[in-house]
Antibody, heavy 120, light 111 residues
């Protein structure tokens, strides 16, 4: 059973960089033709896809966030990471990592989510 | 930009049938698969329908999905409603660049 767990600071100051890591257990991040995605959800609002990475390092980003987002992967640690720069209060949300079947595929495994608050 | 539009909320009584729509803003919604996710408060979403009308194992056959090309919409239908079905439901598909797009979500109340 694949499990994902987000980790990182719960509080980030405005204009700084939000950094989160997703640790995958129960299977290798490199096995199968899967992508690994980040998705966020502000309180009381809907889901927003941030971007995805393939284990080759190939990435796709939501055009609305592309200028501020970097997603990377460390296959040796079975982890992938999110960096979001120049954050504002609008970036306050629960951040989820998820296994992504890629174009046409589904998000079949999700982390529990981690709340990141942007505040001074 | 491709968008998916869902009703903000729907409500129905236990035992009844409810349908949640998801309308594509442009192009043909049939061009890419549509998935449906259920999200209960405080929990991560889970898949209830994938590839337009397929149910993951463990999802009861009370849940079904369909595509209507004439209205450029996908629909999630839940029959024999149970109080446990009360949740937020999100449709999801892809735009022309194969980027992920979520609908705004529909709050289902079973009362």
């Amino acid at each position: 059973q694949v499990q994902l767990q987000e980790s990182g600071p719960g509080l980030v100051k405005p204009s700084q960089t939000l950094s989160l890591t997703c640790t995958v257990s129960g299977g290798s991040i490199s096995s199968g033709s899967y992508y690994w995605s980040w998705i966020r959800q502000p309180a009381g609002k809907g889901l927003e896809w941030i971007g995805r990475i393939y284990t080759s390092g190939s990435t796709n980003y939501n055009p609305s966030l592309k200028s501020r987002v970097t997603i990377s992967v460390d296959t040796s640690k079975n982890q992938f990471s999110l960096k979001l720069s120049s954050v504002t209060a609008a970036d306050t949300a629960v951040y989820y990592c998820a296994r992504d079947g890629g174009p046409g595929g589904i998000f079949d495994y999700w982390g529990q989510g981690t709340l990141v608050t942007v505040s001074s | 930009n491709f968008m998916l539009t869902q009703p903000h909320s729907v409500s129905e009584s236990p035992g009844k049938t409810v349908t949640i729509s998801c309308t594509g803003s442009s192009g043909s919604i049939a061009s890419n698969y549509v998935q449906w996710y259920q999200q209960r408060p405080g929990s991560a979403p889970t898949t209830v329908i994938y590839e337009d009308n397929q149910r993951p194992s463990g999802v009861p056959d009370r849940f079904s999905g369909s595509i209507d090309s004439s209205s450029n919409s996908a629909s999630l239908t839940i029959s024999g409603l149970k109080t446990e079905d009360e949740a937020d439901y999100y449709c999801q598909s892809y735009d022309s660049s194969n980027y992920v797009v979520f609908g705004g979500g529909t709050k289902l109340t079973v009362l």
